[in-house]
């Protein structure tokens, strides 16, 4: 298995533009959580779905932030219009459903740059 | 509400010297508590867990509930432990919320 893989690895983008980073999880796995990196608030959680259901979004930081998960194959988070302050490095991370599997296994995340 | 800190955003440590990172939690459960470490160029990836109970790369936290805390312990620091360590805690839903890190800098 080649683990969680995310997408783009990089991203520059301009103020305004709209960016959608891509992962694709563990196949098995049934919860899938996205996170934000940054040096002043460290590892924030953004959303996580269970069985490709949004359980909790109250991470998400305004309504410029959306996220999906169609299939138990891929989710897509989406910031449009971006802004400099969404600047960060966003970790996707899934987990199984096994009884007491509840540990994540992380993506190697997507650096955002927003000028 | 839950929160995971961790009061150091860097430890230094000379080699050989202990180490403790500490982290405090604050929810109404029974929470579930990890350790997480980043080592450069790697992926976030699990450190230890307070169920298993057990110690890896030597290193061991035991949960204690009357101080909220879930300080990671080593006795010997080694060069290679230096990484970000993220403490974090899942609750009875399996939200599973980190604190904001803590830099481990092995002095030589």
């Known amino acids: 298995d080649a683990g969680v893989i995310q997408s783009p690895r990089h991203e520059v983008t301009e103020m305004g533009q709209e960016v959608t980073l891509r992962c694709k999880p563990i196949?098995?796995?049934?919860?899938l959580f996205w996170y934000r990196q940054t040096m002043m608030r460290g590892l924030e959680l953004l959303i996580y779905f269970n069985n490709n259901v949004p359980i909790d979004d109250s991470g998400m930081p305004e309504d410029r932030f959306s996220a999906k998960m169609p299939n138990a194959s891929f989710s897509t988070l989406k910031i449009q219009p971006s802004e400099p302050r969404d600047s960060a490095v966003y970790f996707c991370?899934?987990?199984?459903?096994?009884?007491?599997?509840?540990?994540?296994?992380f993506g190697a995340g997507s650096r955002l740059t927003v000028l | 509400a839950q929160r995971v800190t961790q009061p150091e955003k860097l430890l230094s440590v000379f080699k050989g010297a202990p180490v403790e990172l500490k982290c405090n939690y604050s929810?109404?459960?029974?929470?579930?508590l990890f350790w997480y470490v980043q080592y450069s160029r790697q992926r976030l990836q699990l450190l230890l867990r307070?169920?298993s109970r057990e110690s890896i790369k030597g290193f061991t936290a035991d949960l204690n509930k009357g101080e909220t805390s879930f300080h990671l312990k080593k006795p010997f620091a080694q060069e290679e432990d230096s990484a970000m360590y993220y403490c974090a805690l899942s609750n009875r839903d399996d939200k599973i919320i980190f604190g904001k890190g803590t830099r481990l800098h092995i002095l030589p």
């Open positions: 929810y109404s459960g029974s929470p579930e």
């Open positions: 991370a899934s987990r199984p459903q096994a009884a007491g599997a509840n540990v994540l296994t």
């Open positions: 196949s098995g796995h049934n919860s």
């Open positions: 307070h169920i």
